[in-house]
């Protein structure tokens, strides 16, 4: 059953996910990921100071003394890189331990304090905490989503472009700084109004896993965007509802556990990006190879034995230093059980090229030879070029080459006519 | 920042992006470029000296110089994409903030990341934004528009492709279509020849003649002095300082080589047989 506040509560986790997801591709796209995570523990110390000066847990109070203090500690990094030979990665390294060392001294000053209102609320911002989240928070998170959203909607290719290509934007006349100070901005907001759900320490893991996991499933960045957004809404739903359902468990850690679990079966399982995809596309590439391979050399043998087409000995083209080899063996019964190659003779005797297959092995013979001669003519392009994924050398090098190529094959007899070997009927 | 003012759209702007072309703003007899007493320095160590160049007519300008010369730092600073130190630039006799419209920008391959998720016709579109201006998005006119760079550069049956699966050539055939696309009367380009197999950089200098032929202006960095003769009817020396400016036929010769390059004679012998193989042509 759903009580109002469990609504409330998911509403506003939900929400906040969703957020992150969308600004965070920003952030991953633009390479500050970095960047997020020093916002988030350089948040802290804004946090715990706006307490100390409200003297109890207000929610806006305690958020804009964190965004303050988080937007100060991206300022710091900026300004270490720009003044000294600091390089970025130890500007944000110094930032963040800094700023999060302040903000822990600075909640334990808080907690020895006497006579200061509800304390239970701050530790939660160290690593999250979602039972607090009441209606009020839910309309500002819901506020912010909505700024993020509108902006992005608007200003989609300007933002584009600018993450894209920040030299062109800026030759083009676009206010690049101004334009990248507005997607900090916003990334800043996601963060700070995910503190009190995940956390200073987990923050950028919610701003980064949703991006990071979209960035496989798609190669534009529209749909990447909306991926992120609905991975975001995902983990944060989750996240709230198994760690609302175990006692004293922090939502940090488990929103970032789902978070992790999401951009695991990404990595995995995406169909062209992702690990197993790669890894079977890697396997057929390899298969296609052998067969294209065997194809070739039997157009070699018919070639020869023009104009009869003789069928030959299996052992006549599986030939290896320690055996006939495995994969090319493999390799043949494919084509076999394609009918790119029969045996008029019975399983396990002489093999001889079909028609279809005599078609097949044509074509790549031809392209065999084109990227041979290629490479005789123009080595120097060889590693500009040379692109054995492609069956066909016309993908890839301009009609014109081609043609110059293919002459010179024909003048020296070597091109694959059409005749060639063709099935005496 | 001018910056804002170049994106506002006007009715003649309008009727400009539906094919007419746009005519240079400013007087007339305005030069094209003049770049005055420019001078670099990253880190207070100098990268260009004293820089200045007027170029008066349309032109297809090499910029040529050793490794460390300046060559992209030039086009950096005429573009104000670097700071600089002193000096001042016009285009078509105003700042380079009031022309954007104007100028078409093809930067070094490696300055972006080829693995963003976009498409290469999104990637020339790109080269449309700035007429389109704030918020608007591109429509099937600018698609159109951009298909039709894209074949220019023999593009076009790569549209779709995500950028992170072409070759060099293709990538840098792209960054060309994107330029063509912006309509420019002035184009800037940072090493486009660098790293591209051979068909590529004979169709970018079938491109390069076609953008003369229609009275642009094109300024090249290039690093192949054995093809500059052949590419271009101008080169800008430069070393640190501009070594010499004016037209191929007179300022590429052994002297003015030799004073950009000191003593190399690999070089030199590689230039002096194009400039041989020129003088044999001619």
């Known amino acids: ?425 | 920042m001018t910056t804002s003012a170049s994106l506002d759209r006007t009715e003649a702007e309008a009727k400009a992006k539906d094919g007419a072309p746009d005519r240079p703003a400013g007087p007339p007899s305005s030069p094209v470029l003049d770049v005055h007493d420019v001078t670099v320095a990253y880190h207070r160590k100098p990268v260009l000296w004293d820089v200045d160049l007027t170029i008066d007519r349309p032109c297809l300008a090499g910029i040529v110089g050793p490794n460390g010369a300046g060559k992209s730092t030039l086009i950096k600073a005429i573009l104000g994409l670097v700071p600089k130190a002193s000096g001042s630039v016009r285009v078509f006799g105003k700042p380079v903030g009031a022309q954007r419209r104007l100028i078409g920008y093809v930067p070094q391959r490696e300055s972006v990341d080829w693995d963003f998720p976009v498409t290469v016709l999104d990637v020339v579109l790109m080269g449309t934004y700035g007429r389109l201006g704030w918020f608007r998005r591109p429509g099937r006119a600018e698609r159109s528009w951009s298909m039709e760079c894209l074949e220019r550069v023999g593009m076009a049956h790569l549209a779709d492709r995500q950028i992170g699966q072409l070759s060099g050539g293709q990538q840098q055939r792209t960054f060309l279509a994107r330029a063509l696309a912006q309509r420019a009367e002035v184009y800037f380009m940072d090493e486009p020849m660098a790293g591209v197999d051979a068909a590529t950089e004979a169709a970018i200098f079938a491109l390069l003649r076609d953008l003369k032929t229609s009275g642009k202006t094109v300024f090249v960095v290039h690093h192949d002095l054995r093809t500059v003769p052949e590419y271009f009817d101008y080169t800008i020396l430069l070393n640190m300082r501009l070594i010499a400016h004016g037209p191929t036929a007179t300022t590429f010769s052994p002297e003015n080589l030799r004073k950009a390059y000191g003593g190399r004679l690999a070089i030199l012998e590689a230039a002096g047989e194009a400039v041989r193989a020129r003088e044999r042509s001619e």
């Not at chain 1, 203090?69 to 710091?76: C, E, L, Q």
């Not at chain 1, 911002?125 to 509108?150: C, E, F, H, N």
């Not at chain 1, 995809?277 to 391979?293: D, I, P, T, V």
């Not at chain 1, 279809?356 to 790549?364: C, D, F, I, L, S």
């Open chain 1, 1 to 425: 059953m759903l009580t109002y506040n469990t609504l409330i509560v998911l509403l506003g986790t939900g929400l906040l996910g969703a957020n992150a997801g969308l600004v965070g591709s920003y952030a991953v796209l633009r390479r500050r990921s970095l960047t997020g995570d020093a916002l988030a523990h350089a948040a802290l110390p804004g946090l715990c100071l706006a307490f100390l000066a409200v003297g109890q847990r207000s929610l806006p109070a305690m958020l804009a003394g964190a965004l303050l203090s988080g937007v100060a500690g991206v300022a710091v990094i900026s300004g270490l890189i720009r003044a000294t030979r600091v390089k970025e990665d130890a500007a944000i390294g110094i930032v963040l331990s800094v700023f999060f060392g302040a903000g822990i001294v600075l909640s334990r000053v808080i907690q020895n304090a006497p006579g200061l209102g509800n304390k239970a609320g701050l530790d939660s911002y160290i690593l999250g905490k979602t039972a607090g989240i009441i209606r009020q928070d839910v309309l500002l998170i819901g506020g912010v989503s909505a700024v993020s959203l509108v902006l992005i909607a608007l200003a989609y290719k300007e933002f584009k472009l600018t993450v894209f290509d920040p030299g062109f934007a800026r030759v083009q006349g676009w206010p690049v700084f101004w334009l990248d100070l507005m997607l900090m901005g916003l990334i800043a907001l996601a963060v700070v109004f995910g503190l009190p759900m995940v956390g200073v320490v987990l923050m950028a893991a919610l701003l980064i896993l949703p991006g990071a996991a979209a960035r496989f499933w798609t190669d534009r960045l529209g749909p990447m965007l909306a991926l992120a957004s609905a991975f975001g809404l995902v983990t944060g739903l989750a996240g709230t509802a198994i760690s609302a359902h175990s006692a004293g468990m922090p939502a940090g850690p488990i929103i970032v556990l789902v978070g992790s679990g999401v951009f695991l079966v990404s990595v995995l399982s995406a169909p062209r990006r992702g690990v197993l995809g790669r890894a079977l596309s890697a396997w057929r590439f390899r298969r296609e190879l052998q067969e294209r391979k065997l194809l070739r050399l039997l157009f070699d043998r018919a070639e020869a034995d023009r104009p009869a087409l003789r069928p030959i000995d299996r052992s006549a083209i599986l030939q290896g230093p320690s055996g006939p080899p495995r994969r090319l063996a493999k390799a043949l019964d494919r084509l076999i059980a394609r009918g790119d190659v029969v045996e008029p003779s019975g399983p396990g005797g002489p093999i001889v090229l079909s028609d279809t297959g005599m078609e097949r092995a044509r074509a790549v013979a031809r392209g065999y030879r084109l990227w041979e001669r290629f490479l005789i003519e123009y080595p120097e392009q060889a590693s500009a070029m040379a692109d054995l994924s492609r069956e066909s050398v016309a993908e890839v090098l301009p009609p014109d080459v081609v043609r110059e190529l293919e002459e010179a094959l024909r003048k020296s007899g070597q091109w694959p006519e059409d005749g060639t070997g063709g099935r005496s009927s």
